[in-house]
């Protein structure tokens, strides 16, 4: 599966799904619901995956070890919001059932034991003027965990120097 120029291979018995957000689905039923004047629209994470174990995983992926991050708003709250929308997206697919294409998200949530959480961040190895490593992975993940402990107690931040703590292989 390709998310943002980086492909993402799961283990064999894994159920993954990119999170389309801005499909009829969600920009028709949830977003309107959900939307205030001069808000931004409802953002999901980039993939909603389902291990054979019944974890369901809610992954976001950012790089940017080639183009600086031009956004205002920490990385932490970002993710934090996305999983806030994601949730409340599989949670409206769950309950409609009028849109078939989404009947495997619907067997897998309901089979879900536990959600973790990933968030795959990529900075320049080295700080340099030009691409700084501006954030900490450990301050992010961090500031992730006293956000979301109730739903998953070890959110992960992850990059390509420690990978070996996911299932999936990133390239």
């Not at 619901?33 to 909603?48: A, C, M, N, Q």
């Not at 309950?95 to 990933?118: K, P, Y």
Request: positive net charge.
């Amino acid at each position: 599966m390709t998310v943002d120029s980086r492909e993402f291979t799961f283990p064999a018995g894994w159920v993954c799904r990119k999170y389309e957000d801005d499909q009829s689905f969600y920009r028709n039923k949830i977003e309107p619901s959900f939307k205030f004047d001069k808000e931004p629209g409802l953002k999901g994470v980039d993939i909603v995956a389902f291990s054979p174990d019944r974890q369901m995983w809610l992954i976001e992926s950012k790089d940017y070890r080639h183009h600086q991050r031009t956004k205002p708003e920490d990385p932490a709250r970002e993710f934090v919001l996305k999983v806030r929308d994601t949730l409340t997206g599989l949670m409206v697919a769950v309950v409609d059932r009028q849109d078939n294409t989404l009947d495997d998200i619907r067997r897998c949530v309901h089979a879900a034991t536990s959600i973790r959480l990933a968030f795959q961040f990529e900075q320049p190895c080295r700080h340099s003027k030009l691409f700084p490593r501006v954030f900490d992975p450990a301050d992010v993940q961090q500031q992730i965990k006293t956000k979301v402990r109730r739903i998953c107690p070890h959110p992960l931040v992850i990059d390509a120097t420690n990978q070996r703590c996911v299932p999936w292989k990133v390239r």
